[in-house]
């Protein structure tokens, strides 16, 4: 499978995580209405068996009933899940000599600033860092845009 594929299905792999969080936080309240909860720390399970921790956080004032568009927000390899309130991302530099030399010179929105504008927002610690498990792998042709 190409890579476009396993992009693709990623990006698949996620929405529906995203959706069914939703849901489930749905499902939770009882009453129409009720404000619909942030959750930290769900795991969904990978292509290939491993745990993926993932967070939700819901747009400013959503309730039960309503919906949102849903921003997939991953912080990037190496770096763990954004929290919510983390507003936006400064642009940095990494420069490790002859190894490595990446400019992120634009900002980039946060949770704190997509939440407020009315979005949903799904984060996640990449696959082998933080509480996600897997193997960290570098362009891996059988990992590689895949959960």
Not at 43 to 63: C, K, N, Q, R
Not at 113 to 134: C, K, Q
């Amino acid at each position: 499978m190409g890579a476009t594929a396993r992009a693709g299905r990623l990006m698949l792999v996620i929405v529906l995580v995203a959706g069914s969080l939703l849901a489930g936080a749905a499902a939770a309240a009882h009453a129409a209405g009720t404000p619909i909860q942030a959750i930290d720390n769900a795991t969904v399970t990978s292509f290939d068996g491993e745990p993926i921790v993932v967070d939700f956080y819901p747009a400013a004032g959503l309730t039960t009933g309503q919906t949102a568009p849903t921003v997939l927000d991953g912080s990037g390899w190496g770096f763990p899940a954004y929290p919510a309130s983390l507003a936006n991302v400064d642009g940095f530099s990494i420069d490790v000599g002859d190894l490595l030399a990446v400019d992120f010179g634009t900002d980039l929105l946060g949770p704190a600033t997509l939440i407020a504008d009315g979005y949903n927002v799904v984060t996640w610690d990449p696959r082998g860092w933080f509480a996600s498990g897997g193997q960290v792998n570098f362009d891996s042709p059988y990992t590689r845009g895949a959960t």
